[in-house]
């Protein structure tokens, strides 16, 4: 009786034993013959029932002939991957602790959070291809590399010299998410009518959400004088 790896733990007529194993059976005796599944090996790896050399199931019973005979079980090695992501936060759900079969690993990302763009493999898998395939031997370490999403905001004025906008806080660009106030002030004789583009309505300051890059213009027009006629006076 052996084990493909061998040293693996099997049962025989119900009895514990480490293979390989020897019987002396008569011929035409029946035993029963089983193994464990999964059984754990050196830390991170463990090993998975595939079948029998005679294609019997995992407990079956052997009629053992005239000559001597060989009952191989089969099984698959399996290792433990273990992932993370840096930063931490944009993990989310999107990795998994597997095992995974010896011939073949699959390293998946997915972007839970959103404004973080994936830039590579570190630890056990190196590239930036995703999700990356490689040939699979022993336990692994695989750290996905995220950088968050930078953003722009372009202010204008309209008409251009007719006021300024001020952003807080004011930034070439800004992270996913984060939040500028934009506050319009108007030139003397001129005042604020509304914001246009990727923000509008009349609220002054207003607050925008970067999400994207995104232009917002400031709309201000002239105050309108208002003349008031005088009676006009006659002298004698």
């Given amino acids: 009786m052996t084990t493909s790896p061998s040293g693996l733990a099997i049962t025989v007529d119900g009895a514990p034993y480490t293979a390989p194993r020897s019987f002396d059976w008569a011929p035409g005796s029946s ?3 089983s193994v464990s599944s ?3 090996g050196t830390v991170g790896t463990r090993y998975v029932y595939s079948s029998w050399n005679d294609g019997g199931g995992q407990t079956h019973t052997v009629t053992i002939p005239t ?3 060989t009952y191989t079980a089969n099984f698959t090695i399996q290792h433990t991957l273990t992932t993370s992501a840096d ?3 944009v993990d989310g759900q999107s990795f998994r602790g597997a095992l995974v079969h010896s011939r073949r690993q699959r390293r998946r990302y997915s972007n839970a959070n959103g404004g973080y763009n994936f830039t590579g493999w570190s630890g056990s898998a190196s590239g930036t291809t995703n999700p990356s395939v490689s040939p699979w031997t022993g336990v692994k370490t695989v750290t996905a590399g995220f950088s968050q999403s930078q953003y722009t905001l372009t202010v204008n004025v309209s008409p251009s ?3 300024s906008v001020s952003k807080s806080p004011n930034q070439s660009t800004y992270g996913y998410g984060e939040q500028v106030i934009l506050t319009a002030t108007a030139n003397s004789g001129v005042t604020f009518n509304q914001w246009t583009g990727d923000v509008t309505g009349t609220m002054n300051p207003v607050t925008v959400t970067m999400n994207s890059n995104k232009g917002v213009t400031a709309n201000l027009s002239a ?3 208002t ?4 009676p006009r006076q006659v002298v004698p």
Avoid: D, L, T
């Fill in 67 to 69: 000559m001597n005979v």
């Fill in 161 to 163: 010299s007719s006021g």
């Fill in 227 to 230: 003349f008031r006629s005088r």
């Fill in 31 to 33: 035993h029963s013959i």
């Fill in 38 to 40: 999964p059984q754990n």
């Fill in 87 to 89: 930063p931490s936060q």
């Fill in 223 to 225: 105050i309108a004088e």
